[in-house]
Structure formats: structure tokens, C-alpha cells
């Protein structure tokens, strides 16, 4: 009986003592109980969620094959027209690894074109109708955007044909590098479109209408080669650049040119539900030969499926594409609505007056337009149905009906 009691005591010792020196023994072995804690947490977590690896390996077993892209662009549903969508992006695009500078380049072309029907009043017979189709534009483009939307540059040359200048001058469209480190803001250099009124800032493809209206024609939509700078706030916008009165490259620096817009947003901070209103000026001030000046207004709203703005500007002398004129004061307005009928269908409706020399009486131009565009995959693939009724003071009224296609790849 003593010897099983015994035997009790010595189970019970041994079972106290083992803990403890179990214990001492993995304090000797590792100075730190925290540090081992700490690991044995992030190893645990890492091996649940290996992300690092599993990340790389899904992305090269998920990379769509071309195929695939392109039955993802015969799916593609757009619901935005305010800014170009790319069909090909998806298969035009490049990609970096970590160790480069740059994120991913893109490649990318777009066309637009109508055929139209032109007549005179007075008769519709072969001397005064024409039949004609017109490029109207005719671009390719590289972009490259660099890590964490750092800077960003494009290269993009112009192919349409213009018998007013050699192949050479139009051929050097957009050129420029931008960088956009700073909050809110954007500084570019180069050879850009500068923001000259509102229409003359947009780029070819996201016009309403086949058509810029007559202000945009002469004063604005041309570029220029200087240094610029914008700046995008909830309530605010601006753009201010100095660039050469030069345009199309013909001459070296004949002049400088500053080129400067302000846009207020009243309902910037509303969230979209009143819509978006925009109220805007610019100025183009320069010298070339003679100095110029163009002052302008604008005022632009969007809500829902309706769309609406009116522009007017007035030039003392201009530089605009059609070229440089120093003798001419012109000035002129539009005023256009529009209506998304379907997701797909939007009808238009325009009144664009133009006095190319206010000092001539009766000189008037005026154009009533009417137009439909259908948005088969956005502004990336676009069919265009304008009428224009041109009526002249100085000359015969005549009609226009044009039926465009746009294409962006």
C-alpha cells in the first residue's frame, strides 16, 4: 500500500515539473517569445492566403487569349459618349513589368468620314448639286502612361488629306509629354489642341455633330506648341498655356500666344442629381504679323438623357485653322440641344450664326442643323445622319444631308 502511494507522489512530481522545464527549455532556445509569436501569426496568413504567388500565377492562366478579346468587343455595351472608346484597346495595349518605368502603352487608330449631298436653291439639276464624300479625319496614335499615373505622353499623326498644306506640315498632330504628380492638377508641353472656347477644345471623335459650328471652324480647333496648365476642382476648372502664334508648323516662333480658359461648376458638389452645369470663358491674345484678340463664353448642361449649350465669341483679328487675319472682326454664336432617345439613339438640333467681318452689313451665315447619331459601341463605333440648312445673306441658301461612320480601334 506505502509503495502505490509512493508511486502517486512521484506521477504527481514528475507531471509538475515537466511544464516547467519544458518551458525553460524553449526560453533558452529563443531569446525573443514575441518575435516567434509574430512570425508563426504572418506565416499563418501568408499560408491561407498566398497572394503574391497565387496572383501572378492566376493572372498568366487568366490572360484572354485574342479570340476572346475580340468576342468581349462584339459584347461591349457603352453607356458613355463623352470621351472616345477604343474597340482593340484590349489587344493594342502593353503591358510593363514591376522593374520598369513605364505601366502599359497603347496603340490606336480612328476614322471618320460621310458621303454627302450638296445643292443650291434654285434647282436640283447636276450644276447645282454635288455628290461628295469627305475624310475628315484620319488619326494613329501611341500613348504611354508611366507607374502610379505619374506622366504620360502621346505621339499621334494626322492623315488627312489637305491641299493647303504639304503632307509634312499635316502630318504632326499631337505631341507631348504630361506629368500629373501634382494633386488636381496637369502640366503638359508639347504640341497639343489648347482649350480655345468649348467645342474648339473637343478632339474629332466626341462632336456632336459631323460639322463644328462656325466659331469652332475659324477661331478654335487647331494646335499649338507650348506649355500649359490645368487645374480640376469639384466647383472649378481652368486650363492657362503661352504657346507660338505658329500653326501647322510654317514658321518659327512668328509670335507668342496665350491661350487661357476658366469653368465654373455650380453643381459640382450635388452628386449628379441636378445634372452637370458648366459656365465657362477663354481668350486667345497674341502676335503674328499684327496682334489679335478672341474672347468668348460658354455655357454647357448635362442631365440624364438631355444635353444642352450655347457658345458665342468674338474676335478682334484671329489665328484659328482656316489662317491668320488681322482685318477681320468677327463674331458668332450657337446653341445646341439633344436627346438620347434610346440607350443607343440620340437626335440633335442646332442654330449657328457667324459674321465673318462685322463691318460689312448683310453678311450674315446662319446654319439650322438637325442630326441623328447611333452609337452601335459608343463613340467607338459610330454611325452620323446630319441635314444642315445653310442660309447666306451674301449668297444662295443652299442644303447639306451627310451620312458619316466612325470607327476607333
Same mark, same amino acid.
Given at each position: 500500500m506505502k509503495n502505490k502511494i509512493l508511486l502517486i507522489i512521484i506521477g504527481l512530481i514528475i507531471a509538475t515539473i515537466t511544464p516547467v522545464l519544458a518551458a525553460d527549455t524553449k526560453n533558452k532556445n529563443n531569446d525573443n517569445l514575441e518575435e516567434i509569436v509574430l512570425e508563426d501569426i504572418l506565416d499563418k496568413e501568408l499560408a491561407d492566403a498566398p497572394q503574391a504567388v497565387s496572383v501572378s500565377e492566376s493572372s498568366i492562366k487568366k490572360e484572354k487569349s485574342l479570340k476572346e478579346k475580340l468576342q468581349?468587343?462584339? @459584347?461591349?455595351?457603352?453607356?458613355?459618349?463623352?470621351?472616345?472608346?477604343?474597340?482593340l484597346k484590349d489587344v493594342l495595349t502593353q503591358k510593363f513589368d514591376e522593374g520598369s518605368l513605364v505601366d502599359h502603352t497603347q496603340l490606336w487608330a480612328g476614322y471618320n468620314g460621310d458621303i454627302g449631298l450638296h445643292f443650291v436653291e434654285g434647282g436640283l439639276n447636276s450644276d447645282h448639286t454635288t455628290n461628295h464624300y469627305?475624310?475628315?479625319?484620319?488619326?494613329?496614335?501611341?500613348?504611354?502612361?508611366?507607374?502610379?499615373?505619374?506622366?504620360?505622353?502621346?505621339?499621334?499623326?494626322?492623315?488627312?488629306?489637305?491641299?493647303?498644306? %504639304?503632307?509634312?506640315?499635316?502630318?504632326?498632330?499631337?505631341?507631348?509629354?504630361?506629368?500629373?504628380?501634382?494633386? $488636381? $492638377?496637369?502640366?503638359l508641353v508639347g504640341h497639343s489642341r489648347p482649350p480655345l472656347g468649348m467645342e474648339g477644345a473637343y478632339g474629332p471623335f466626341v462632336l456632336p455633330f459631323i460639322a463644328r459650328s462656325q466659331i469652332s471652324r475659324n477661331f478654335g480647333t487647331i494646335r499649338k506648341l507650348g506649355a500649359r496648365v490645368s487645374g480640376d476642382y469639384s466647383l472649378l476648372g481652368y486650363d492657362f498655356g503661352v504657346y507660338s502664334s505658329d500653326t501647322y508648323f510654317q514658321e518659327f516662333?512668328?509670335?507668342?500666344?496665350?491661350?487661357? #480658359?476658366?469653368?465654373?461648376?455650380?453643381? +459640382?458638389?450635388?452628386? /449628379? #442629381?441636378?445634372?452637370?452645369?458648366?459656365?465657362? /470663358?477663354?481668350?486667345?491674345?497674341? $502676335?503674328?504679323? %499684327?496682334?489679335?484678340?478672341?474672347? /468668348?463664353?460658354?455655357?454647357?448642361?448635362?442631365?440624364?438623357?438631355?444635353?444642352?449649350?450655347?457658345?458665342? &465669341?468674338?474676335?478682334? /483679328?484671329?489665328?484659328?485653322?482656316? +489662317?491668320?487675319?488681322?482685318?477681320? $472682326?468677327?463674331?458668332?454664336?450657337? &446653341?445646341?440641344? +439633344?436627346?438620347?432617345?434610346?440607350?443607343?439613339?440620340?437626335?440633335?438640333? #442646332?442654330?449657328?450664326?457667324?459674321?465673318?467681318?462685322?463691318?460689312?452689313? @448683310?453678311? %450674315?451665315?446662319?446654319e439650322y442643323s438637325v442630326g441623328l447619331n447611333y452609337f452601335i459601341k459608343g463613340q467607338g463605333l459610330r454611325l452620323i445622319?446630319?441635314?444642315?440648312?445653310?442660309?447666306?445673306? &451674301?449668297?444662295?441658301?443652299? @442644303?447639306r444631308i451627310m451620312l458619316g461612320t466612325q470607327i476607333l480601334i
Amino acid at each position: 500500500m506505502k509503495n502505490k502511494i509512493l508511486l502517486i507522489i512521484i506521477g504527481l512530481i514528475i507531471a509538475t515539473i515537466t511544464p516547467v522545464l519544458a518551458a525553460d527549455t524553449k526560453n533558452k532556445n529563443n531569446d525573443n517569445l514575441e518575435e516567434i509569436v509574430l512570425e508563426d501569426i504572418l506565416d499563418k496568413e501568408l499560408a491561407d492566403a498566398p497572394q503574391a504567388v497565387s496572383v501572378s500565377e492566376s493572372s498568366i492562366k487568366k490572360e484572354k487569349s485574342l479570340k476572346e478579346k475580340l468576342q468581349d468587343v462584339y @459584347h461591349l455595351e457603352v453607356d458613355k459618349y463623352d470621351k472616345p472608346t477604343y474597340l482593340l484597346k484590349d489587344v493594342l495595349t502593353q503591358k510593363f513589368d514591376e522593374g520598369s518605368l513605364v505601366d502599359h502603352t497603347q496603340l490606336w487608330a480612328g476614322y471618320n468620314g460621310d458621303i454627302g449631298l450638296h445643292f443650291v436653291e434654285g434647282g436640283l439639276n447636276s450644276d447645282h448639286t454635288t455628290n461628295h464624300y469627305d475624310v475628315n479625319t484620319i488619326n494613329v496614335g501611341y500613348d504611354i502612361f508611366f507607374k502610379n499615373n505619374s506622366a504620360d505622353a502621346r505621339i499621334m499623326f494626322n492623315y488627312n488629306p489637305f491641299t493647303e498644306r %504639304n503632307f509634312v506640315q499635316n502630318l504632326f498632330a499631337d505631341m507631348y509629354i504630361a506629368t500629373n504628380k501634382i494633386p $488636381h $492638377h496637369r502640366l503638359l508641353v508639347g504640341h497639343s489642341r489648347p482649350p480655345l472656347g468649348m467645342e474648339g477644345a473637343y478632339g474629332p471623335f466626341v462632336l456632336p455633330f459631323i460639322a463644328r459650328s462656325q466659331i469652332s471652324r475659324n477661331f478654335g480647333t487647331i494646335r499649338k506648341l507650348g506649355a500649359r496648365v490645368s487645374g480640376d476642382y469639384s466647383l472649378l476648372g481652368y486650363d492657362f498655356g503661352v504657346y507660338s502664334s505658329d500653326t501647322y508648323f510654317q514658321e518659327f516662333f512668328p509670335g507668342a500666344e496665350f491661350i487661357g #480658359r476658366v469653368d465654373l461648376k455650380p453643381l +459640382g458638389k450635388t452628386d /449628379g #442629381r441636378y445634372g452637370k452645369l458648366l459656365i465657362g /470663358g477663354s481668350m486667345d491674345a497674341g $502676335h503674328r504679323d %499684327n496682334n489679335f484678340c478672341v474672347v /468668348g463664353a460658354h455655357i454647357q448642361y448635362d442631365y440624364k438623357r438631355f444635353m444642352a449649350n450655347f457658345e458665342w &465669341a468674338q474676335a478682334n /483679328g484671329y489665328n484659328g485653322p482656316s +489662317g491668320f487675319s488681322t482685318d477681320k $472682326h468677327a463674331s458668332g454664336f450657337y &446653341a445646341t440641344v +439633344g436627346y438620347m432617345l434610346t440607350k443607343k439613339l440620340q437626335i440633335l438640333a #442646332r442654330y449657328d450664326e457667324f459674321d465673318p467681318n462685322r463691318e460689312i452689313a @448683310h453678311n %450674315n451665315q446662319r446654319e439650322y442643323s438637325v442630326g441623328l447619331n447611333y452609337f452601335i459601341k459608343g463613340q467607338g463605333l459610330r454611325l452620323i445622319l446630319n441635314y444642315v440648312f445653310c442660309q447666306n445673306d &451674301a449668297a444662295k441658301d443652299s @442644303h447639306r444631308i451627310m451620312l458619316g461612320t466612325q470607327i476607333l480601334i
